[in-house]
């Protein structure tokens, strides 16, 4: 909202104004009625508000214990029933793939193309490729891993 | 500038335990304690909304609004302020949020803060020489109360009615203390002004 309250302003202040403002707030009501700051102080004691209703706070009180939620169900039925549940499902999961298993592979492999007759070679190779950085990494490390971080 | 506001009262052991052991009650579900705490902030909250909206039903609505959302979310007050600052500071928000929602701007000034457009919107009939009665310049004083914008028109009733330190009122607007002492200041040199023209008063 564009309506940002402006700032403190030094230059705007008067601080001996500032001072019989605060004396005038300080003062007993009846105290100096000519004075312009005692009036606007009485003024400010006794503002123009509108009645707070009868009965007030046991119409809202009402109305936040109708509104609470229900209290969550104990911490251990939830936990039990959440296990019960994934076990169920675990159970459906394991009947289901022995049934039907056999079939959903033959049917996998049936869909994937089949391999080129390069790609066993060339796999072959990238395997042996790896192996050997493996090995040449290995021989390179200190004999004693836990040794070096000693002290 | 010196300080001559009212020093930010510290709170006791008694108050701090008071308001914890309120609000235990309340968040345990002990019978009345909610209507309890709203009794006893009630009067807080409908002081701040009341000079932010200055309408009744809108008041009513909104201090509701305020006290549901204390019950909503008192589990996560934490008792290093008062509750009375918390709740405030929720009141506060509620009618800053529905001024907003309206387009109703929270702090301009109807004029330059010279104060003498304020003096001249209560009215021109008023002739103080004429018939001088204290009354009838508290109710032009309350005239002009009404025409002052909503944040300094509920400022000044923090201080001067519900008597709370400039602390605590910055800690319920979010408002630097200085900005605060800057608004009283000049609402109330504006309201003095209302007052000059027929008297001359001088502080």
Redesign the interface.
């Known amino acids: 909202?564009?309506?940002?309250?402006?700032?403190?302003?030094?230059h705007?202040?008067?601080?001996r104004?500032?001072?019989?403002?605060?004396r005038?707030?300080r003062a007993p009501p009846a105290a100096a009625?000519?004075?312009?700051?005692a009036?606007?102080?009485?003024?400010?004691?006794?503002?123009?508000?509108?009645p707070?209703?009868a009965g007030?706070?046991?119409?809202?009180?009402r109305?936040?214990?109708a509104?609470?939620p229900a209290a969550p169900a104990e911490p251990w039925l939830e936990r039990l029933l959440g296990t019960a549940l994934g076990l169920a499902l675990a159970v459906a999961g394991l009947i289901t793939a022995l049934v039907y298993g056999g079939t959903w592979l033959q049917a996998v492999a049936d869909a994937l193309p089949r391999p080129p007759t390069t790609a066993l070679p060339l796999g072959m190779m990238l395997a042996v490729c790896v192996g050997l950085s493996w090995l040449v990494g290995q021989v390179g490390r200190p004999a004693g891993r836990s040794s070096g971080r000693r002290g | 500038?010196?300080d001559?506001?009212r020093p930010i009262v510290p709170r006791t052991t008694a108050d701090a335990e008071a308001d914890l052991a309120l609000v235990q009650a309340v968040l345990a579900g002990a019978p009345?304690a909610?209507?309890?705490l709203?009794?006893q902030y009630?009067?807080l909250c409908?002081?701040i909304v009341?000079?932010m909206v200055r309408h009744?039903e809108d008041?009513?609505e909104l201090?509701?609004e305020a006290?549901?959302r204390v019950?909503r979310y008192l589990h996560q007050y934490r008792s290093e302020s008062p509750l009375k600052a918390w709740i405030g500071q929720v009141a506060y928000s509620v009618a800053k949020r529905h001024l907003?929602r309206r387009r109703i701007?929270?702090?301009?000034a109807p004029d330059g803060?010279d104060g003498m457009a304020l003096a001249e919107s209560v009215g021109q009939d008023f002739d103080l020489e004429a018939a001088w009665a204290?009354d009838e310049?508290?109710g032009h004083?309350?005239a002009a109360?009404?025409t002052l914008?909503p944040?300094q028109?509920t400022l000044?009733?923090l201080?001067?009615?519900d008597e709370l330190p400039i602390g605590e009122i910055a800690a319920m607007t979010g408002?630097?203390e200085?900005?605060i002492?800057?608004?009283?200041?000049?609402s109330?040199?504006q309201?003095?002004a209302v007052?000059?023209p027929r008297?001359g008063?001088?502080?």
């Not at chain 1, 705007?12 to 601080?15: M, P, R, V």
């Not at chain 2, 701007?105 to 301009?108: D, H, I």
């Not at chain 2, 002492?181 to 000049?186: D, E, M, Q, V, W």
């Open positions: 909202m564009k309506s940002q309250p402006p700032a403190f302003d030094e705007a202040f008067d601080e104004e500032w001072q019989a403002q605060e005038a707030r009625p000519g004075d312009g700051y009036l606007v102080a009485r003024a400010l004691r006794e503002p123009p508000l509108s707070l209703p007030f706070a046991a119409e809202v009180a109305r936040a214990v509104g609470r | 500038m010196t001559s506001a009345g909610f209507e309890r709203v009794r009630q009067g409908w002081h009341d000079r009744p008041t009513r201090c509701q006290f549901l019950h907003e701007p929270l702090a301009e803060g204290e310049a508290l004083l309350h109360i009404e914008p944040l028109r000044l009733t201080y001067h009615l408002l630097a200085g900005t002492k800057s608004h009283l200041f000049r109330r040199r309201l003095r007052l000059e008297i008063v001088v502080a």
